[in-house]
């Protein structure tokens, strides 16, 4: 099989650099193009000078319907807005695209669930094999414990760049941990507290965020009971993790229906 065509959106940032130095290093993939911002002052210098493994013949362009028509998937770790448009673009080429963006609004989740008829798509929070395989052991925690007598606290520290809290990560975790006691997250979280707050709710999942220096994550989910508490957690030392995680997702997707998956789905820990 030939390696499949991958385009790297937001090829300049951190992250876009990460999937192509993954790419670069990994069987059966190729950096087929490689997308920026209008007006980015990286357009037209090649991803991998950028990315730091030496020339790779793909200049970076601000145009992504030709590279999508020429692609057989799409990385994304991009924003909200440009990653509804590129779940578009992936439905009218009916190619793969792997979705590692956070702070998605409900609506922005609909018309990415909408492109999915069309495009096979694999969206996380994180696309860490190690936190996808936490969310699983998450759940089966938060099953196994009574919420009378366990509360759940959620607690991630991020670099202080990052602009959306919790993060993608921490949500995941929580929507493992109401999966676990089968009720809706929305319904059941608590997101802040200052002041008064009174007693904590019995059933809630409480979430704290810190921010600060160069972290790149760091996740802990706490099952604290009388006498006892329980510690699940990640610590994210390279942002390769993650590019590791999205490359393996979109080989993984390849030849697959189209549909909406998740990691889980890659890990095979969803039975689909």
Known sequence: MTDMRL???GAAGRMGQALVRTIHTT???TVAAAIERPGSPHLGKDAGEIAGVGAIDVPI???PLPAFAKAEGVLDFSTPAATVEFAGYAA???IVHVIGTTG???DDDAKIAAAARHATIVKSGNMSL?????AALVEQAAKA???RDFDIEILEMHHRHKVDAPSGTALLLGEAAAAGRAVALAENSVRSRDGHTGVRPTGAIGFATLRGGSVVGEHEVIFAG???RITLSHQAEDRGIFARGAVKAALWARGKKPGLYSMRDVLGLTGR
Not at 130 to 134: E, F, K, S
């Open 226 to 228: 009388t006498g006892e």
């Open 61 to 63: 362009s601000d145009d």
């Open 130 to 134: 190690g936190v996808n395989l936490l």
């Open 92 to 94: 009218q080429a009916r």
């Open 27 to 29: 069987h059966g993939v």
């Open 104 to 106: 998605c609004t409900a």
């Open 7 to 9: 385009v790297v959106v």
């Open 145 to 147: 414990l009574d919420p």
